[in-house]
């Protein structure tokens, strides 16, 4: 069964920093991209970021340029996405998805993140 | 970055109804596009990738059509657990970018 489970969420203040973790089960994680995408409650699905296979190749969201970073470690099975500088914009729920058929095919169940004084 | 319009944003459909949502791309996808369908606490999940393409168990009520810039996404004979909100997204070039949604509601 695949699946993806996110860790790290939770609350911190603006100029703040967070790393999330995403493990993978249940398929060659070695092989797929992936992805991050968040979600403000109650709003739309935003694309963050996305991280090749090896790591070599990462695209960000103009919004979280220069203040994220997506990484994996294949022999973990995880993928992370180190925070920094922390707005208040960027409370919503963060979800990872392995890359399949090209686009995101298969989605974490999420972990919120806070932002706030 | 490619600007995705989704249309309507909220639609009221009955059971049995036949739906169809829009997502028009500021500049040509080709093919690339996928559908998502997101209910509340729930990971959204693919129903259709490349435009027209059903992803594993998806049910044959769903079909996607188009191509460049204009698209649909089209639900036959609306069942009870279609209620839901429903997301384009296009993966032509980064950054990806979703549509607004659109919010299939029981009438």
């Known amino acids: 069964e695949v699946q993806l489970v996110e860790s790290g969420g939770g609350l911190v203040q603006p100029g703040g920093s967070l790393r999330l973790s995403c493990v993978a089960s249940g398929f060659n994680f070695k092989i797929y991209w992936m992805h991050w995408v968040r979600q403000v409650p109650g709003k739309g699905l935003v694309w963050v970021s996305r991280?090749?296979?090896?790591?070599?190749?990462?695209n960000y969201a103009d919004s979280v340029k220069g203040r994220f970073t997506i990484s994996r470690d294949n022999a973990k099975n995880t993928v992370y996405l180190q925070m920094n500088s922390l707005r208040d914009d960027d409370t919503a729920v963060y979800y990872c998805?392995?890359?399949?058929?090209?686009?995101?095919?298969?989605w974490g169940q999420g972990t919120p993140i806070t932002v706030s004084s | 970055d490619i600007q995705v319009t989704q249309s309507p944003s909220t639609l009221s459909a009955s059971i049995g109804d036949r739906v169809t949502i829009t997502c028009r791309a500021s500049q040509s996808i080709s093919s690339w596009l996928a559908w998502y369908q997101e209910k509340p606490g729930k990971a959204p999940i693919l129903l259709i990738y490349k435009t027209s393409n059903l992803e594993g168990a998806v049910p044959s009520r769903f079909s996607g059509n188009g191509s460049e810039t204009e698209f649909t996404l089209t639900i036959n004979r609306l069942q009870p657990d279609d209620f839901a909100t429903y997301y384009c997204?296009?993966?032509?070039?980064?950054?990806?970018?979703f549509g607004g949604g659109t919010k299939v509601e029981i009438k």
């Open positions: 997204l296009q993966y032509k070039t980064f950054p990806l970018t």
């Open positions: 991280v090749n296979t090896d790591g070599s190749s990462v």
């Open positions: 998805a392995r890359s399949g058929k090209g686009c995101p095919d298969f």
